[in-house]
C-alpha cells in the first residue's frame, strides 16, 4: 500500500493550492488529509468516505477547503482556496478501512508536502 502525496508550495495569502495524493495497492474505506503547522502538532483537516457519500471539516477551513477523490485512478484531492498564513503546514494524506473521520487511527499515511502562505 502506497499513498503518494504532491503539490505543496509557496503561495500568497488569498491564493488556491490543490493538494494530490495518489494511493496504490488496496481500496479504502475512508481517506484524509492532516496538516502539522510549524512547531505544533499534527491536526486533522478533512476527511471523506471513497465514495464520497459523507465529508467532515474542521470549522476554520470549512467554505474554503473541499476534499474530493478522481474515481479513475484513485487519486485524492484537497482543493484549497483563499488560503491565509495560518494554513501554512506540512500537509498528509492518510487512509483507513473505514468511515471514522475524527479517528486517531489512521494505518496509511502519505509523506507531507509543504504549503507555506506568505502575507
Known amino acids: 500500500v502506497q499513498l503518494q502525496a504532491s503539490g505543496g508550495g509557496l503561495v500568497q495569502a488569498g491564493g488556491s493550492l490543490r493538494l494530490s495524493c495518489v494511493a496504490s495497492g488496496r481500496t479504502f474505506g475512508a481517506y484524509a488529509w492532516f496538516r502539522q503547522p510549524p512547531g505544533k502538532e499534527r491536526e486533522f483537516v478533512a476527511a471523506s468516505t471513497w465514495r464520497g457519500e459523507k465529508k467532515d471539516y474542521i470549522d476554520s477551513v470549512k467554505g474554503r477547503f473541499t476534499i474530493s477523490r478522481d474515481n479513475r485512478d484513485n487519486t485524492m484531492y484537497l482543493r484549497m482556496n483563499n488560503l491565509n498564513v495560518e494554513d501554512t503546514a506540512v500537509y498528509y494524506c492518510?487512509?483507513?478501512?473505514?468511515?471514522?473521520?475524527?479517528?486517531?487511527?489512521?494505518?496509511?499515511w502519505g509523506q507531507g508536502t509543504l504549503v507555506t502562505v506568505s502575507s
Open positions: 492518510a487512509a483507513r478501512a473505514a468511515w471514522a473521520p475524527r479517528s486517531n487511527s489512521w494505518p496509511w
